[in-house]
């Protein structure tokens, strides 16, 4: 699951080509070509990523300092586990298991809120999003595939440097996936261009909610800027490396009981399951990606499946796909 580029969606002429039949599964990847001179838009786009990954660590230093020696308000942490469930099920259920892989289908309502919700994580706008996610399956650990840990091969310094790729170095490439290839339904619809214009707006309004929030309930700016601190910075940080995770870690450490296509090396791994709600069982994805659940074998929580399921008996999704026996069955391994 990806993080996309901070800016609003651009889309160049260029397009990823498939990659190459000769491809063996362990060489590193062909180079890119040239890397073009970096003009001030570019500049500007690695800025604000840096911003983005690094001052959510900085804030974090910056409260243990505010707070050293006192109690973080109960406040701070209710209000950082209320916003972490909202956007991290924002990017699971909404941009994740619905727009980018058609799980299933939901009322207007509901996919305008699951894509603002989604977007308030800070992970990027919506259609660039779906659009780099989308182009991560169509080359999953081949060349093209753009957070693959296996970009510099499968040798120990390989595997080393293409985690760090994985994990974060993807996003300084500013490596553009164009949206009207990979993500043509949602630039047609207006509601979700809406939601992917809104996107800087909605970046200083997932930081405005837990400041205002803590204001309201402690009384004093102390208590704004503690919640700003934990319900903010460090909550997106968190839900940030939850995801990158589900990136780096999920196609390198964990279980394969699903045949997926060659070359891919999704996995399942427990200890994300909850953080991630339900994203690390992403072997079985992989094998089946428009299923609306991933975690199908006995003892694997999958909190989005669960709100999916809420969300279709309240009638606001529908032609949910759900795994079936037959389906499970025929891709295990």
Do not use: K
């Amino acid at each position: 699951m990806p993080l996309s580029p901070t800016t609003s969606t651009t889309v160049t002429p260029s397009d990823p080509a498939p990659p190459p039949r000769s491809y063996d599964g362990t060489s590193p990847f062909p180079p890119d070509g040239p890397v073009p001179a970096r003009d001030g838009g570019e500049w500007l786009y690695v800025t604000v990523t840096a911003v983005i990954v690094i001052l959510p660590f900085v804030a974090l230093g910056l409260a243990g300092w505010l707070l050293w020696g006192s109690l973080i308000h109960p406040a701070d942490i209710v209000l950082a586990l209320v916003l972490y469930t909202i956007t991290g099920l924002g990017v699971t259920v909404g941009f994740h298991r619905g727009l980018t892989h058609g799980g299933y289908r939901a009322v207007r309502p509901v996919r305008i809120a699951l894509a603002v919700a989604g977007s308030l994580s800070v992970q990027g706008d919506v259609i660039g999003w779906v659009a780099t996610h989308r182009r991560h399956h169509a080359f999953t650990d081949q060349p093209g595939d753009p957070h693959s840990p296996y970009r510099y091969g499968t040798h120990l310094r390989g595997q080393l440097r293409g985690l760090v790729h994985a994990h974060v170095g993807w996003l300084f490439r500013n490596e553009r996936t164009p949206a009207e290839r990979y993500a043509p339904d949602l630039l047609a619809d207006r509601d979700i261009r809406a939601v992917s214009r809104a996107f800087p707006a909605l970046c200083v309004l997932t930081l405005a909610l837990p400041f205002g929030a803590g204001w309201a309930i402690g009384g004093t700016w102390r208590y704004g800027v503690t919640a700003l601190l934990w319900a903010g910075f460090v909550r997106i940080a968190l839900l940030h490396h939850v995801t990158w995770s589900v990136n780096s870690l999920c196609h390198m450490i964990g279980e394969r009981p699903f045949r997926t296509r060659r070359h891919d090396r999704a996995t399942n791994l427990w200890p994300l399951a909850l953080l991630s709600f339900g994203e690390s069982w992403h072997n079985l994805h992989h094998a089946d990606p428009t299923s609306a659940r991933h975690g199908v074998d006995r003892g694997q929580l999958d909190p989005s499946a669960a709100v999916i399921r809420l969300l279709e008996r309240l009638g606001w999704v529908h032609d949910v796909r759900w795994p079936t026996a037959d389906r499970v069955a025929a891709r295990r391994v």
